[in-house]
């Protein structure tokens, strides 16, 4: 018989939910336009409410419809122009960003679905003999999400930062009267204003939703971790919950509702997996290849202290996003490996026909997130792709002799710029 007391880590039933636990980080996505669903920060998931109607989904629309233009306009200057490997990561980021903005909004859509079937599982794990295993899941799942948020708004404000003080210097040194704000736009959105007229209004809509497009750059990865963080958790209650009992010799009935607790949860990670597939696969892609590219542009050269350092900061906001994403999901398969850990502790005489039952249950699959099956994000992907990417760098180091030509913004490009007479379609 199970012995556990009254402490203060056992599980308050109302708070420690998924659905009370990603409700902040969702309502921080729909600034940005991502996730339009009302009700998630109620405590209770019965108020979910997607509305085809509300202001919510237009807001969605607009930056769709904007970020559309982005990828048509980038994708003409690419075809049109030149193809080149940062025009091409241009027409790559708004494809990847569109096509995960609106994943994430199908999501949304069958949010109160995905929801109850969480809650059908997860309610066995919030009273004992269960437990709070460290900290609360809520409060991990927020720190998770919230340094990754913070983390893309950070860098995307370095980078409007450096950017403008570029703009405005060129400015200065070619003698240009022309409004900074109007000058850095047409620099850095020639897709659009090659082909556009420039307008003040239009230009700021433009750029608030390239803003949100690149938040939702890093929103795919966040949006994984928050059904990652919380399967890994409940995983360790369920070790925990062994651990507590290993020096006791239990009834075949405890551990045939251990199997079955372990089997709900195995189903749950299976529908998830199913929900998360294309998102994990395109969010998988996404991170490799800008990290490559930003390897590959490490080898230009530049005097500008700031440009460097924003580069720098860039470079390790995207390794580190990487990593987050990918440990945590990593972390789902660990923690399902941890009771057949337990299982091997035991004592021989303690062996019986239901522990056998489930070591073979343990053993017989691979058990987490995955990219359709393609592939299982476990530590032995993290260690493959990162070898993948050592060996691109010195496939790299090996090629490049001297540093590739960079192309500065001359005076006579500016001036291009400034009086609209490039010739993108020559």
Known sequence: MEVYQKTNILLDPSGDTFHRAVGITLQGGQIFGLFPVSGILNKNSNKIRFRWISIKVLYYFYIFIFQTIHLMLSLRRAVRVEMSFGVFAAVFFYFVTLLGGFIIFQKAKNWLKIVKRIELTEKIFLHPPYRQVGFSMRRKVRLVTLILLIGGV?????????????????????????????????????????????????????????????????????????????????????TDRMKRARFQTMPDSFWIEIRSHFTDLTNLLNYLDKQLASLIIIACGNNLYFICQQLFNSFEV?????????????????????????????????AAKEPYQMLKALPYTSWSTEIQRFSDQLISEVIGFSGNRFFFITRTLILALIGTIVTYELVLLDHITEPPEIIQNSCYIAYLNAHHQANWTA
């Open 302 to 334: 530049t005097s500008d202290a700031l440009n460097a350092a924003y580069f720098l900061v860039s470079l390790m906001y995207i390794i580190c996003r990487t990593l987050t994403m990918l440990f945590f999901a990593a972390s789902v398969n660990e």
């Open 154 to 238: 950070a860098e995307h404000m370095m980078y409007f930062s450096t950017k403008f003080i570029n703009a405005k210097a060129q400015l200065e040194k070619c003698n240009l009267q022309l409004p900074v704000l109007e000058h850095f736009l047409k620099t850095e959105r020639r897709h659009l204003f090659s082909i556009l007229p420039y307008n003040t209004v239009l230009a700021l809509l433009f750029e608030w939703s390239n803003i949100c497009i690149t938040i939702c750059w890093s929103y795919m990865d966040v949006f994984i971790s928050l059904f990652t963080c919380s399967m890994a958790y409940r995983f360790r209650q369920i």
